[in-house]
């Protein structure tokens, strides 16, 4: 299967995962980049996966639906447009002889699910997380509580692509620098990323590795981050790991 990103709006990544003759979508907010796909590579939608309900993942499911059939598959706890699927954490949802497997990532949306595919046939496991995670960040938590969201991504595999729904590496990696200015890991991706961009390329996917030592999001342990959020939330020494987090997002909510 290719992975390809579709821009859509001023920063949405629609991903479709197509394997020549078939495709399937996440978080089609636009429906018009997923007709141009479909109809340039020849393609028939076998599937369409949502993450969260917000506009800018959804507002392309009715049409891409009523169009071409597919099925709809998305989170039990969050109203997107009927019909589909509902999905729980635990459950699966099973396109194209692949299973991906929905996980709860609370935090953004109370029932916000992520969609995770195993690595099979020469490809590395995906993960398709909606507003969560971001490449140097995550999504303001809205509904969920961080820790929540951190247990649910900390079990997954390093080679993980992470399929994120916006491109806002650079201003996220802005932010991490203020976080952990001798972060050398930090310091070469943010480089790579630039020049992606000067090129007009997605820096994304991510992948999880790379994230584990450049997110300050999933580097709330870390002795720099913690002493950092420390520093500027005047946190007491034994904060718990979710204040440390909390305060980590209200510093980045502020930052500027
Ligand atoms: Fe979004």
Redesign the pocket.
């Known amino acids: 299967m290719t992975l390809v990103p579709l821009p859509a709006f001023a920063d ?1 990544y629609i991903w479709m995962l197509q394997d020549g003759s078939n495709a399937i979508v996440v978080d089609p907010g636009d429906a018009q980049p997923v007709f141009d796909a479909l109809a340039r590579d020849k393609l028939q939608l076998a599937a369409i996966l949502v993450t969260r309900h ?1 506009h ?2 959804t507002g392309g499911v009715a049409a891409l639906h009523a169009a071409t059939g597919a099925p709809v598959f998305g989170p039990a706890r969050e109203p997107i447009p009927e019909p589909f699927t509902p999905l729980l954490h635990g459950d699966s949802a099973k396109v194209l002889g692949k299973r991906f497997a929905v996980i709860d990532v609370p935090g953004h949306t109370a029932g916000h699910i992520a969609y995770f595919l195993p690595a099979g046939e020469g490809q590395a496991p995906l993960l398709f997380c ?2 969560t995670l971001f490449s140097g960040g995550c999504g303001r938590l809205f509904e969920g509580t961080p820790a929540q969201m951190l247990a649910s991504l900390a079990a997954l595999p390093g080679d993980t692509r992470v399929c994120c ?2 491109e806002y590496t650079l201003a996220n990696l802005r932010f991490a620098h203020a976080v952990e200015p001798g972060n050398a890991d930090l310091t070469h991706y943010t480089a790579r990323c630039e020049s992606l961009r000067a090129q007009g390329q997605p820096t994304l996917p991510s992948q999880l590795a790379t994230e584990r030592r450049i997110n300050p999001f999933l580097r709330s342990r870390e002795a720099t981050v913690l002493r950092a959020v420390r520093e500027h939330a005047e946190l007491s020494a034994n904060a718990a790991e979710a204040d440390v987090f909390a305060a980590l997002r209200q510093w980045k909510n502020d930052f500027r």
């Open positions: 949405n917000h800018d993942h909606g507003d729904a916006h």
